[in-house]
T-cell receptor, first 114, second 115 residues
Framework: DQQVKQNSPSLSVQEGRISILNCDYT??????FLWYKKYPAEGPTFLIS?????DKNEDGRFTVFLNKSAKHLSLHIVPSQPGDSAVYFCAASGGSSNTGKLIFGQGTTLQVKP | GAGVSQSPSNKVTEKGKDVELRCDPISGHTALYWYRQSLGQGLEFLIY????????KSGLPSDRFSAERTGGSVSTLTIQRTQQEDSAVYLC?????????????FGPGTRLTVT
């Protein structure tokens, strides 16, 4: 069963516009959510995170929103830049195991066109 | 500072052979994780180390997979009698720092191809 889902495999936006990447989860015990960015042939790099006690976290051009009732989170990138083109993974952690292991979505490939 | 390093970066092996993948975590990180990413899929958790102990091995797909960590540092993931379905990118991550418990820092991965 896929506990973390990214239903859009790809997204294309124009430079300067907003990119919105979405993620849904099923396990209500998750208490921490993260977004990672991955370039080809590199490991994922941490981008931004949010605790379940918050509904928004902002870091520069990146904002993550959490809607616990809908079990949905989103990553907003404003303004989008060509260098943002990469695969974005959302991940969740917490629950009964509390080992810090991350459950990842399948990823969304973002292309920002100049 | 030095990040997480993994070796080899690429490994091609014949079906049935054993392989060892190595991970050097960031110095001082107590937690170490192994994940794998199969083609077109997200990252799949394999095993978690806290120090030299592995309290969560729930993601290891079969008993052909094993891992160890020594000195609270280097970890090796061993796959015995490799199968074609083992082909994937194997990623190691370290973390567990106070105040950033869930934030994990990934190595570049080892791309394993089983022919």
């Amino acid at each position: 069963d896929q506990q973390v889902k990214q239903n859009s495999p790809s997204l294309s936006v124009q430079e300067g516009r907003i990119s919105i990447l979405n993620c849904d989860y099923t396990n209500s015990m998750f208490d921490y959510f993260l977004w990672y960015k991955k370039y080809p042939a590199e490991g994922p790099t941490f981008l931004i995170s949010i605790s379940s006690i918050k509904d928004k976290n902002e870091d520069g051009r990146f904002t993550v929103f959490l809607n616990k009732s809908a079990k949905h989170l989103s990553l907003h990138i404003v303004p989008s830049q060509p260098g943002d083109s990469a695969v974005y993974f959302c991940a969740a952690s917490g629950g009964s195991s509390n080992t810090g292991k991350l459950i990842f979505g399948q990823g969304t490939t973002l292309q920002v066109k100049p | 500072g030095a990040g997480v390093s993994q070796s080899p970066s690429n490994k091609v092996t014949e079906k049935g052979k054993d392989v060892e993948l190595r991970c050097d975590p960031i110095s001082g990180h107590t937690a170490l994780y192994w994940y794998r990413q199969s083609l077109g899929q997200g990252l799949e958790f394999l095993i978690y180390f806290q120090g030299n102990s592995a309290p969560d091995k729930s993601g290891l797909p079969s008993d052909r997979f094993s891992a160890e960590r020594t000195g609270g540092s280097v970890s090796t993931l061993t796959i015995q009698r490799t199968q074609q379905e083992d082909s994937a990118v194997y990623l190691c991550a370290s973390g567990g720092q106070p105040g950033a418990y869930y934030e994990q820092y990934f190595g570049p991965g080892t791309r394993l191809t089983v022919t």
